[in-house]
């Protein structure tokens, strides 16, 4: 904070005016996602689940990259936004697929206000122990829940009417469903690089590097926490929610351990707190899964064990970690030079 | 030499178009990591145990096996498998399936894509009826545990019996089946306790307890195959169920045969209801046995997962020589309900109706056998037993 008015010039002032500002590369995963579609017609149900893993794990970094709350139970939100879809569904109540996800992230939202109303009391280990904890009660109440949830087998065959009134969901060739996801996508992520480019997440950052002197500098700390749970949690729910559209079936494989600790593996791998960690980490991690476990069905695992030994080895800032270690490198070292870790505490 | 080159191309030509019109692709679905990679081995083996063994039947056509790793019960992975084996590699056939929910799942994908598909093991009852195009060489969960429901009241003269089960869909079904059968035919359900999920293996002894302190004749136990079992056979011997006169019965799931050795003498005694056991008395399964010990060491036993794998395959292979290689979808199924087979369970064929199983079921008691491991002796038998939740019409099989 050491930049003042008076120095428009300043580079650092220069750095913080152009710091929202579009860069030519931010296109390149639109245009890819788009190549995508094209050219590989055969692979869309991979690439809807792909697109979806994206959405799902920038919520997560909006939590965790931003703000700094490290949760294991993110898949509580995703499971919510899923259930409440299926849910609605299944039963007849409801089944338009926009206002549909608009519920998922309602439902979703109420899901992450109150849980994180409770649980931002704590910090660390035993919040990390707690989302564990509500992420695994809500997939007992659904196992529980037969009559509603359909328990382990799930709901299955949901009747989604096609987009619009127009596109329909076809099961083989998911057309429909990947510009759907890519376009509800593309959406969020405006919304989140908007929100982390704007005082509230430049203020969530200083909660995550020093909440204590946020706390001195008179910052409400716990609400904006709240607030931050509750909308990340909510494009879980959208997440979860296009996932049982998509798939039109819903079961407790959207809610276990299984895939909170994924998307947090993706994140990690990727790099957290750098929005565009989540397009990296999900594209390295489950294309790599998907096409190792083509060729070695029974061996696969191994492969994408050994990629994150290194990463974690390696690479503490992921992948999107070595390319700005990379990049620093060949910039001409003339300007004087900022310290480049981030001040410790 | 221009012609000499030419003339061969089109040798290879002609001979590869042969050799493509006699190629059967089958798309494989299993879980083989995690923690069904066990049950994916055994039926991959069974499969591959029944190209080796019956050659001459799969002459003229070439099986290529096109595997997929449904990786968990989730779903969403299986569901892509299908998707891609369909539009990428426009095989013939589907086949594999070991957990329900992803069978569910691949349902609607199965619908869209128009090509027979055989499940061979997942068990919930009303899995054939969500696409047309499935057919199920394994089992339902109301073959074993409604004909033991009916054998526990006539055989073993019990009057009254507690329910165990684990608490999902497989257990509540097995539950359904026994209870139904078993008051049916005069006897009462005293007790019915949910014994925990199937992720985990649970401590037993409560709920045991709980049974014991009941008094019933039998105690009915469903608990997935694999490590639940053995858990099982411990606690029943710990508590002195047997010392207090409760039989533990069940269907074969609790006595799979690659975990009986394991299981140790606190599993004498116990008696099942299943379609098959690596101990069946018929010359058809001890070649199968014999066969299965020489290619995967004296120690490896087939059990029933195999024998779904096994039969999978002699269904594919009836349709394929019905269909003279040009397996559609609609085609297909007609030529399946025409299958019958001498399986090493005995003789199986399927329903044409509801596209399921019609199997015998053995009534079998473990005993020490006289090399002293432990093996099942069969003591009664139901022939052609249908699945009784789609024969009596049961929600949600209706």
Redesign the interface.
């Known amino acids: 904070m050491s930049v003042t008015p008076h120095m428009p010039d300043h580079p650092a002032a220069l750095a913080l005016a152009r710091r929202h500002s579009l860069r030519w590369w931010e296109s390149l995963p639109w245009i890819a996602a788009l190549a995508f579609f094209f050219a590989y017609p055969?692979?869309l149900?991979?690439g809807t689940?792909l697109l979806i893993m994206v959405l799902f794990a920038i919520s997560l970094d909006l939590a965790l990259g931003y703000a700094g709350i490290i949760t294991l139970g993110h898949a509580a939100f995703f499971g919510a936004g899923a259930y409440t879809v299926g849910i609605l569904a299944h039963h007849g109540i409801w089944n338009e697929p926009l206002t549909g996800l608009a519920l998922a992230a309602l439902v979703a939202a109420a899901v992450g206000f109150l849980s994180g109303l409770v649980l931002l009391r704590t910090t660390g280990l035993t919040f990390l122990m707690l989302t564990l904890c509500t992420m695994l009660m809500l997939e007992?109440a659904a196992?529980?829940g037969h009559h509603w949830t359909g328990?382990?087998?799930?709901l299955?065959?949901l009747n989604i009417p096609p987009l619009f009134g127009v596109f329909e969901f076809?099961?083989?060739?998911?057309k429909t469903q990947f510009l759907y996801v890519l376009g509800v996508l593309f959406l969020c992520f405006l919304f989140v690089r908007m929100l982390a480019y704007s005082p509230f997440g430049q203020g969530l950052t200083g909660i995550r590097e020093n909440t204590l002197r946020m706390h001195a500098v008179g910052a409400p700390v716990r609400t904006r926490l709240v607030v931050c749970y509750t909308i990340s949690a909510a494009i879980a729910g959208i997440a979860g929610g296009i996932?049982a559209q998509a798939?039109?079936?819903v079961?407790?494989?959207?809610l276990?351990l299984?895939?909170a600790a994924t998307v947090l593996i993706i994140l990690v791998l990727g790099g957290f707190g750098r929005l565009y960690g989540a397009f990296v980490g999900a594209v390295a991690y489950m294309v790599l899964a998907h096409f190792l476990?083509?060729i070695y069905?029974?061996a696969?695992?191994l492969g994408l064990g050994l990629l994150l030994v290194v990463i974690a080895l390696f690479a503490r800032g992921g992948m999107l970690g070595i390319g700005e270690v990379l990049m620093q490198r060949l910039r001409p070292k003339i300007p004087p030079k900022e310290p480049a870790s981030r001040p410790s505490p | 030499m221009l012609k000499r080159i030419l003339a061969a191309s089109a040798a290879l030509a002609v001979s590869t178009a042969l050799a493509g019109a006699q190629e059967v692709k089958v798309g494989v679905v299993?879980p083989?990591?995690g923690i069904g990679?066990e049950f994916a081995q055994l039926i991959d083996r069974g499969m591959e145990m029944y190209l080796k063994l019956n050659a001459d039947k799969v002459k003229p056509y070439q099986i290529k096996l096109i595997?997929?790793?449904a990786?968990?019960?989730?779903?969403?992975d299986a569901?892509?498998a299908t998707?891609?084996l369909?539009?990428?590699e426009k095989v013939d056939v589907l086949a594999g399936w070991v957990y329900?929910?992803n069978a569910?799942?691949s349902?609607?994908?199965v619908?869209?894509?128009k090509k027979f598909a055989v499940i061979m093991n997942a068990g919930?009852a009303h899995i054939t009826q969500?696409s047309g195009y499935y057919a199920r060489t394994s089992f339902s969960m109301w073959h074993a545990g409604y004909a033991m429901g009916e054998a526990a009241a006539k055989q073993l003269k019990a009057k009254t019996a507690v329910v165990g089960y684990t608490?999902?869909?497989p257990g509540k079904d097995s539950l359904n089946a026994f209870k139904r059968a078993f008051e049916a035919s005069g006897g009462k359900v005293i007790d019915e306790i949910p014994m925990g999920?199937?992720g985990a293996v649970p401590d037993f002894t409560p709920f045991f307890q709980r049974a014991k302190d009941k008094k019933p004749d039998v105690f009915f136990v469903f608990v997935p195959a694999g490590d639940h079992a053995a858990a099982v056979t411990r606690t029943y011997g710990a508590l002195g169920m047997r010392q207090a006169g409760i039989r533990l019965i069940g269907p074969g799931d609790i006595t799979q045969d690659t975990k009986l050795q394991a299981m140790g003498d606190a599993a004498i005694g116990l008696i099942t209801m299943h379609h098959y056991h690596a101990d069946l008395p018929n010359a058809e399964n001890k070649r199968f046995v014999a066969e299965w010990k020489k290619a995967y060491g004296a120690n490896a036993v087939p059990d029933f997962m195999a024998v779904g794998g096994y039969d999978g395959m002699a269904l594919i292979m009836h349709v394929a020589h019905q269909l003279k290689g040009k397996i559609d979808g609609d085609a297909a199924i007609k030529a399946a309900g025409t299958f019958k087979f001498n399986s090493p369970r005995g003789p199986i064929s399927i329903d044409p109706d509801t596209r399921d199983i019609v199997m015998n079921e053995y009534l079998s008691e473990v005993v020490k056998g006289p090399d002293g491991r432990l093996m099942q002796k069969v003591i009664g038998q139901i022939d052609n037993v249908k699945d009784a939740c789609k024969a009596q019409k049961i929600a949600p099989c209706k």
């Open positions: 055969n692979h149900g991979f689940e007992e196992n529980l328990g382990f087998d799930g299955p065959s076809n099961p083989l060739i998911p996932w798939n039109a079936y079961n407790l494989g959207t276990g299984d895939r476990s083509k069905p029974t696969w695992q | 299993l083989y990591t990679a595997k997929r790793d990786k968990n019960p989730g779903g969403n569901r892509v998707q891609e369909l539009t990428q329900s929910p569910i799942a349902a609607p994908v619908n869209a894509g919930t969500m608490d999902f869909p999920g199937a």
